[in-house]
């Protein structure tokens, strides 16, 4: 249920014609997953009264993750999942 709510914001964020939405990127660390939104950039039609602002950066649980993963497929939202590690 807690994905499903998630896709429903990354859907209407996605709509946006304020911002041109181009993926996700989720960071995966051993105890949850940090998940943001990407944007174009398009400077040309950026007003500069009117700065963008992307979305802050939310953190998933592994679970939630894994339930969003298909639903993001079957809804076709570009993403890029990283699992990088730190010394």
Known sequence: M???NLLTRILMEAEREDRN?????????????????EYAA?????DVHRPRHG????VLDLDTFDELKPL????NIPFKERRD???
């Open 2 to 4: 807690k994905a499903q």
């Open 21 to 37: 939405f181009s993926r996700l990127e989720f960071n995966v660390r051993d105890k949850g997953v940090v998940m943001t939104y």
């Open 42 to 46: 398009d400077s040309d039609a950026e």
């Open 55 to 58: 979305k802050d950066p939310e």
């Open 72 to 75: 993001l497929y079957e809804k």
């Open 85 to 87: 590690d730190f010394l």
